[in-house]
């Protein structure tokens, strides 16, 4: 079934249209729900983010890819949820982070759970930003906007996730030697 009818047919609230959507869009939000939230609260964030996709599909205007509109409507749910769990804080401090490089091939030899687990010890605001900036590729004005922080604040977190990150790295460089 072609995008376009599905999108249609969802609209009509077809439920084998709105299995179908979900069945081809599941992998990818479970993906973004996994980066926010973690992975004890992942499939929750992806049920609710479902819940609105088809709560707000009559706002679809079929301006862009439909893919870019899920994810955001994903995105924006996931934020929700951090804010509504207290989890999302912005930290202006953050002593204590590296102001050294580890080796460049760190990150090129660990596998794709092992990358994931690294983001999950992120803190919370930290990984927002990290996902939103990093990953999403949002601009640090968007993201000051969709957070409801300062840009500059949306850059200092992304620059103490990356350090944090580089921490981690080098604490799994120390133990590995």
């Not at 092992?114 to 919370?124: A, G, Q, R, V």
């Amino acid at each position: 079934m072609e995008e376009q009818e599905l999108i249609q047919r969802c609209r009509a609230n077809e439920r084998i249209a709105q299995r179908k959507l979900y069945d081809r869009f599941a992998p990818l939000l479970m993906g973004i729900c996994r980066r926010y939230a973690g992975p004890q609260y992942a499939e929750d964030v992806m049920q609710d983010s479902f819940v609105r996709v088809f709560q707000y599909l009559a706002q679809y205007r079929n301006e862009g890819s439909f893919e870019g509109w899920i994810r955001r409507v994903c995105v924006n749910t996931c934020i929700r949820h951090l804010e509504k769990a207290k989890r999302l804080t912005v930290d202006y401090y953050g002593e204590g982070l590296p102001d050294h490089a580890v080796a460049p091939d760190v990150i090129s030899t660990m596998s794709a759970n092992e990358l994931l687990s690294l983001i999950d010890k992120i803190p919370d605001g930290y990984k927002t930003v990290f996902n939103l900036s990093v990953i999403e590729g949002y601009q640090h004005k968007e993201i000051a906007d969709m957070l409801g922080i300062e840009e500059s604040s949306s850059r200092s977190q992304l620059t103490k996730a990356r350090k944090y990150i580089q921490r981690s790295l080098e604490a799994t460089q120390k133990v590995e030697l």
